[in-house]
């Protein structure tokens, strides 16, 4: 687990993949972690028995775990299973609760990204051009979150200081989502996705891919969403992602 992440004092932010409807709203969440799996060369069936190859083809996802250096927060008593808070990296147990991480998670997945614009190198190595793509990972998911908070502050017309208390208060509340790796009942969900050979020149063939998601991490490394709190998206993700729910705080 890294610095800063693993403070106390820092407001920790997953990631999810989320679902928007055909009206730009809401219908569910993963955690966000996602397995490719690319198209058979028949066309007709994929390369693997989806959802793919671990780790060969893993394509991104959040993080979480537990922390050995700083003990468990008050704020997070009562709201984080101590058999997670006492469950060490390297498999033995504390015999003190310990600091867990996300503390909350949003929207993360390229697939849903934001669209940004940058001048950046090309690939010939020697000029520079402006391009539009899209950002994924918790580089969207924490800012998204940041400019939540923001929201919430203008609502409530005052500064509203360190969120993670404000947050836990709100744990089973309508004031989030509890995000799941199967929010539609058993099995995984998947999308296809096609991607350019070359993304530089926008040119094909075309790749694609089954993406399968909610599997951040497998065997060892696996982070998974289950009911209540965990580590792979914290209590959750934000209602709507417009709700202020600071804005009681």
């Not at 780790?55 to 700083?70: E, K, L, N, R």
């Not at 050979?197 to 926008?202: K, L, R």
């Amino acid at each position: 687990m890294d610095w800063p992440d693993s403070s106390p004092y820092v407001t920790s932010v997953g990631g999810t993949s989320l679902a928007i409807g055909p009206f730009n709203n809401y219908e569910f969440e993963t955690s966000w972690g996602t397995v490719l799996d690319p198209l058979a060369s028949g066309g007709k069936s994929w390369e693997f028995t989806p959802p793919g190859e671990y780790p060969q083809y893993y394509d991104g996802s959040g993080g979480g775990g537990v922390s050995t250096a700083f003990t468990q927060p008050s704020y997070q008593a009562g709201v984080v299973p101590a058999s997670l808070a006492t469950s060490l990296p390297n498999g033995t147990t504390s015999p003190t609760p310990m600091r867990v991480v996300p503390d909350v998670s949003a929207v993360a997945d390229p697939s849903t990204g934001f669209l940004v614009g940058q001048t950046t190198l090309q690939p010939n190595g020697t000029s520079y051009a402006f391009s539009l793509s899209r950002i994924g990972g918790t580089s969207v998911a924490c800012p998204t979150f940041a400019g939540i908070e923001a929201d919430a502050q203008q609502a409530a017309g005052h500064a509203l200081g360190f969120a993670d208390p404000a947050i836990y208060q709100r744990y089973g509340t309508s004031a989030f989502h509890d995000v799941t790796d199967h929010p539609l009942g058993p099995g995984h969900l998947a999308e296809i996705r096609n991607n350019y050979t070359d993304p530089a020149t926008e040119t094909g063939p075309l790749i694609t891919y089954l993406r399968t998601l909610g599997v951040d991490g497998e065997d060892a490394a696996a982070l998974p969403a289950v009911k209540g709190y965990d580590d792979s998206p914290g209590v959750g993700s934000p209602d709507y992602y417009i709700q202020s729910f600071f804005s009681r705080h």
